[in-house]
């Protein structure tokens, strides 16, 4: 008997992984360098010793979905939350994507977006970034028009490439795409607008966030949607039932009375991100301008490999884009501490002389 899943002509190689090395300094995966709040971990302590481990979760998550419509001023109903913005972007597959659909991305990207597409049988149309990898119109309107795809996936800011995509962008992919829109909002805090402000009960939107960033709750596993109602009650019938437990909820509720503190890590980290794109501006690397928490670059007279094989050497781990489409030689730094950032500039000094 084979255990290859039968159908799998496409393949899964060996799934969506980071290398976790036991290093000084890891800016691989963009994680806040900051833990959250005192205060929130002192709330949460009292929270779980209230909560009554016997019983079920709450299935609706309503506590958890009422703050955060409160937060992004949309009603409860408009609300999907997951166990971390993966679970989002699967449940909305499962619901949308399928054997006979199509998922459109347009490379690069995160790949996330294809994997999980492949996963639940969903075909991929790939469509090509312009040279400096912004998003082309053109090729835009030329994948939704040969492929029709049922979901088509923006990632803005565009994890690994940095920037965000510019609201007339997403209101013309909006009106060309034939499906549902998704645009995932991984970084959203660090970037200049939200495609939120686009959201509505009568546009066929999805606006995906998570709690890993820039609420330092990664280990946490929260992520959530806003849409239309409509949307949310279909993707409730496809998600397990109790899949939220009550841990998280209460995590992610309060988290959101700390608000300011999560804006304050967000301007220094802005503030670091500044620091890091003027140093390498001074190296001889090749990089691309972020309205993220990281930094995509590539070494001119090195290989990308050789680099972060230095770099690794000197306890610094940064993410290896080199086998991603079209990132030969490309690395990804994530912004962290004041501490940890000038470890990595001192390395790279040393790695390039």
Request: hydrophobic share 45%.
């Amino acid at each position: 008997m084979s255990l290859v899943p039968p159908g799998d002509e496409q393949g899964l190689g060996e799934g969506y992984h980071s290398p976790q090395l036991d290093v000084a300094v890891r800016l691989n995966v963009n994680e806040a360098p900051l833990p959250p709040p005192a205060a929130w971990v002192e709330e949460l302590e009292a929270e779980v010793r209230r909560i009554p481990f016997h019983r079920y979760p709450d299935r609706a998550a309503a506590e958890l979905r009422a703050a955060l419509a409160d937060l992004h001023g949309v009603a409860p109903s408009q609300v999907f939350c997951g166990n971390g913005s993966n679970e989002v972007l699967q449940t909305l597959l499962l619901t949308y994507g399928g054997p006979g659909r199509t998922a459109a991305v347009f490379e690069p990207t995160y790949a996330l977006h294809s994997h999980i597409s492949r996963i639940t049988r969903t075909a991929v149309a790939q469509g090509e970034r312009n040279q400096d990898f912004t998003l082309d119109l053109v090729e835009v309107k030329r994948v939704l028009s040969e492929h029709r795809p049922s979901v088509t996936f923006l990632c803005s800011p565009n994890n690994p490439t940095g920037r965000a995509e510019p609201r007339d962008v997403v209101e013309q992919v909006l009106e060309l795409a034939p499906g549902l829109l998704v645009v995932d909002e991984a970084y959203a805090q660090f970037a200049p607008w939200s495609a939120l402000s686009l959201a509505g009960e009568e546009r066929p939107l999805a606006v995906v966030r998570t709690f890993s960033k820039t609420w330092s709750m990664a280990a946490a596993r929260l992520g959530y949607l806003v849409g239309p109602s409509a949307l949310v009650a279909e993707l409730e019938k496809r998600a397990l039932p109790y899949h939220l437990d009550a841990v998280k909820q209460a995590a992610g509720r309060l988290a959101v009375r700390y608000r300011q503190e999560m804006e304050a890590r967000v301007a220094m980290l802005v503030e670091e991100r500044g620091r890091i794109a003027a140093a390498l501006g001074e190296l001889p690397v090749e990089s691309w301008p972020s309205d993220a928490n990281f930094i995509l670059f590539r070494p001119v007279h090195v290989d990308g490999d050789e680099v972060w094989r230095r770099l690794v050497d000197r306890s610094v781990l940064v993410r290896n884009c080199s086998s991603w489409p079209r990132l030969a030689g490309c690395l990804r730094v994530t912004v962290g501490t004041e501490e940890e950032n000038s470890a990595f500039l001192a390395a790279m000094a040393e790695v390039l002389r």
